[in-house]
Structure formats: structure tokens, C-alpha cells
């Protein structure tokens, strides 16, 4: 009898001793992170956020397993105006919790805010706000807080990345930074998606703040076709976003159209989607000149250089001022169709290096950590400057060097290589925009998907 008194006031003893050191535990937790109970979590569905009682926005959020499994919210802060911000992590609850209304377990931790180093001088700037959380939580969620306690009715952004990926559902991945200004330049748009795909990429992404309604037609083509990814950008909501780069000369908020924010949140979006991902605008293609695909390009570069992550591309410009005088793609079908014809613009600018346009870029995401417009600003190994004769950008668009004329330019008849699959794919494309005429429909002898 008495050993089985003494058994179980061992054990009395042995569980209080567990709960009381639980209980220091959870105190010294609570102290360090915050530890909270969240009886509501609304996820927010928007591409953009505003952290309340603050000028700053929230984007999205991502696991950077590179450094040492942080969460990384991409965000746009207000340089002059920063002060203390907490991150708010959540997890949702189990099936027992929920029955008791208790939605997801949080932590509170102090947030680290890194501004990039490139804003061009306007007030708001592209930042990474840096979490982390104790061990014994993995978040789903998280949420940017100017209170360390006040955390309820707050909108809570889902943790992506959470996972590190070997395999990739693309190879190749553009990165459009903004459309903006009811950009209506469809004919380009088309050509260029259209050898987009010759070259070998397979997803492009959009952030569309707003277009003009022939553009529209073309983006919810190659929305249904698979190929591109529309992302809401509704940044004039927000702020007054520059359509420029110097405030000098084009005032506002936010350099255009916070251009830099959405190539560094489809940098992390694609991280562990796609194998490269180029860093270029609308107007510009990054064509391999002595490989016949993008493929074969990043095949030879990597095993010159096995350790590298960024591919530096020269940008010539292709002038629109000057045309072929031949008319061989001067087609009557593509008249009615708002844009610029590429296939007709063949002269390019002699390219100086030390004054010419900047160049862009093919990256592997998992080695850039923040990136600007025309060089990476954080990287995992070197970058790499590719010869002009061995890639080079088609860039047309308004002269850089007005003052030449024809007969000192450069014939480039890159894109006519292409001619046989890529203007049946071009008029295709047209076809199922809704952007050809009936009569231009009927000349071609085509008849819907079947004309493929």
C-alpha cells in the first residue's frame, strides 16, 4: 500500500514538476514572440495590402530557405516614415481547436525591414520585411503589425515556398514588370509572345495595372491558352505611382508603377516553378543568336560557368522610325490591329556599351536574393556579362541614336528565321483574340483552332 502511495505521489510530483517548467516555457516564449490565440483569420485574396495604422504596403509572402527558413514579405515601405513593425505568424489550428473557435495559434516577433538600396529617390521603396519564428510553430500565415498585441481583423498573407523544389514545371519564365497607362500595343504584344514560344519560354507573367480593350482581348487569349499569368496590380489604388524613373522629371510616390516590387515578387513567386527566369519589359526579346533555342543558350553557359545564377544581355534598340523597304511583312490582316510590327523595324542602332540602354537579364530565382531593373542588387554566386554575337535583345521602340540615318544602322533580319511557323501563329493568335476581320479571317483560309 504504501509503495503504491509513494508510486503515485511520484508521479503527481514528476507531472506537476513537467507543467510548471511547461508553464516557464510558454512564458518565456510568450515574452520573446508574442504567443497569441486568433479567433479570426481573413487571408486576403488582394496583390496588395496596406499594413494598417501605417503609410507602408504588404505584397506577399515567402519561406527564403537560404536564410535559414525566414519569411520574407515583400512590401513597399515609405523610406522617411519607418518605424518598429512586428511580423504576426500564424498556424492554423487543429480540428479540436476549431471547435472551440479558435482559428489559427500565432506568434508576435519583431520585424527586420530591408529597404533596397535602389528607389531612385522617390519616398516609397521596393523592401523585404524579414520574419522569423521559434521552432516549435510552422507558420501558414503571416501579417505586418504596428502593435505587437493587436492582431485581430487583420488580413494575413498564406506563406508560399514552403517547400524547396529540384524539379520544375517550366524551364523558362518572363517576368513583365507593369502594364500601365491603357497600354494598347497589341500587335507587338502578339508577335512577341508568339516567338516567345519559338525561342522556348513557357510561362510569361503580367502585372496589369490597366490596358487598353485590344490589349485586354489578347491577354485573356493566352490566359485560356495557359501560357500567361495575369497578376492584378492595383498600385494607383494605393498610391500616386510615377510613370518614369526620375522624379525630377515624372513626380510621384513610387517609381513606375513599382516596377521594381513586382520583378522581385515574381522572382520568389517562381522560385521553385521554373528553372530561368528572364527579367525583361513588353517591348524587348532576349534572342539567342548562335543557339537555336533559349535551352541550348543556358546549356552552353552553364557549363562555362557551372557556378553562376545571372546572365547579363546586352539591349540594343531596333528604332520604329525605320522600316524594311521591301513591305515583304507589311500585311494587309495585321492593318486594323492596333501596335507596332516588329517584323518590320530590321535596322539596329550601333551598340555602345558605356552609353546605350542598360541590359536585362536570364537568372536561376534561387540565386538572387533582391533584385533592380538592370543588375541584381543581392546574389548567390557571380553574374555573368554574355557576348553581344551570342545574344543580344530585340528592343523596338523609339531611337536612342535619332541623329542616324538608315544607311548607318545595322540590318538584323533575326526574326524573319522564323517567318514560316511564326505568322500562322501570329494570325492565329489574332484569330482567337477576336482581333482579325472576317474578310482577313476568310483570305487566310482559316478555320479556328483547326488552322494550326
Known sequence: MKRRY???????????AFLLV???????????????VLLEQPETADT??????????????????????????ISIIKRKELHKLYCVLCVH????????GIVSRCVSSKA?????????????ATSDILCTSPSFIEPTHVSISTDRNAVQSFKYLPIQNKEIKKSFKYNFTVCISNLFGE?????????????????????VVIYNTSCGPVVEKVLQHYSKEGILEVVPWPIDKFLKPSPGWQPSLFPGDLHYYGQLTTLNECIYRYMYQSRYILLNDIDE??????????????????KQYSDAGVFKIDNPIFPKTQSDDSGRFSRPEWKSVPGVNILEHIYREPYQKSTDSPTKMIINPRHVEQTSVHSVLKRFGPSIDVPFDVCHIIHVRVPLQWYLRKDQLYEDKKL?????????????ALHESGLLLQSDTASLGMSGPAYL
Request: aromatic content about 12%.
Open 48 to 73: 496588395i495590402t496596406h499594413i494598417r495604422n501605417s503609410k507602408h504596403l504588404m505584397v506577399s509572402a515567402f519561406k527564403d530557405h537560404r536564410r535559414d527558413g525566414a519569411i520574407r514579405v
Open 6 to 16: 509513494f508510486g503515485l505521489l511520484t508521479g503527481v510530483c514528476a507531472l506537476t
Open 22 to 36: 511547461w508553464w516557464q516555457w510558454e512564458m518565456t516564449m510568450a515574452d520573446q514572440y508574442g504567443l497569441l
Open 416 to 428: 524573319w528565321e522564323f517567318e514560316e511557323k511564326l505568322i500562322p501563329n501570329i494570325n492565329h
Open 285 to 302: 526579346i532576349i534572342m539567342p543568336y548562335k543557339h537555336a533555342s533559349l535551352g541550348d543558350l543556358m546549356d552552353t553557359l552553364q
Open 93 to 100: 489550428a487543429n480540428a479540436s481547436a476549431k471547435l472551440n
Open 112 to 124: 527586420q525591414v530591408e529597404i533596397h538600396t535602389d528607389h531612385f529617390g522617390f519616398p516609397y
Open 183 to 203: 497600354f494598347n500595343n497589341a500587335l507587338q504584344f502578339v508577335q512577341t509572345m508568339e516567338v516567345y514560344k519559338l525561342i522556348g519560354i513557357q510561362r
